[in-house]
């Protein structure tokens, strides 16, 4: 049995922690370690029976260690899958047993699927993908390291770039593109292309400048 290391003990990584558990009581699969977190205050004041094992860029994976990536935010998420698989780790995927995964769907490493998730048939999502409670529609193209917040609207074949992020209640209509390292913004609808490297907000979603 592989130890199981959480990174990041925010809301997410505790969070995460509990679909870990959920997943054991079905099946024993890890020995939960812990977290790592570079805010070593993290935790403080919140309830919790696993605690801080250390930061995570002083870390070095052992062989029998395998991360669950609990951070949203896609170029930190980047940035840490990097370090450590330079240094040998291992990612895990975490897929809740609410979760569902239709045929013919494909996904790669470390995925990370939430309560009332779903992959739908023919869709392609890339490695180190954070799906909370929404669907990946049929057809549809998600790149690396993008996080999709819950309660989502994807619609048939949309296309979402490398590091993108949504929010929760994002709608995306039909066909269309997400660029690489752009934000949508709560609740926003998306009726044309976003450009790389925008955030956009409202419904419909225009560019805004923060």
Request: some cysteine; hydrophobic content about 40%; aromatic content about 8%.
């Amino acid at each position: 049995m592989k130890d199981l290391i959480i990174l990041g003990a925010g809301g997410f990584g505790r969070e995460l922690l509990q679909w870990v558990k959920d997943i054991n009581r079905l099946e024993k699969k890890w020995q939960i370690k812990g977290f790592l977190d570079d805010n070593l205050k993290v935790l403080d004041g919140k309830k919790c029976d696993y605690g801080l094992l250390g930061k995570i860029q002083d870390w070095q994976p052992s062989e029998n260690e395998e991360f669950a990536l609990a951070i949203a935010n896609p170029q930190v998420k980047e940035n840490v899958t990097n370090l450590l698989k330079s240094r040998g780790g291992v990612f895990a995927e975490i897929i809740h047993p609410g979760a569902k995964i239709c045929d013919f769907a494909e996904w790669g490493e470390g995925l990370v699927m939430y309560p009332g998730a779903v992959l739908n048939p023919n869709c392609q999502v890339g490695n180190f993908v954070t799906l909370l409670a929404s669907a990946v529609p049929h057809d549809a193209v998600i790149g690396d390291f993008v996080t999709i917040s819950s309660n989502c609207g994807l619609t048939r074949g949309v296309r979402i770039g490398k590091r993108a992020f949504l929010a929760d209640h994002a709608c995306v209509l039909p066909e269309h593109k997400i660029g690489e390292d752009a934000y949508v913004g709560m609740g926003s609808v998306v009726v044309r292309n976003v450009p790389a490297g925008k955030k956009v907000f409202g419904n419909p979603a225009r560019v805004i400048d923060l």
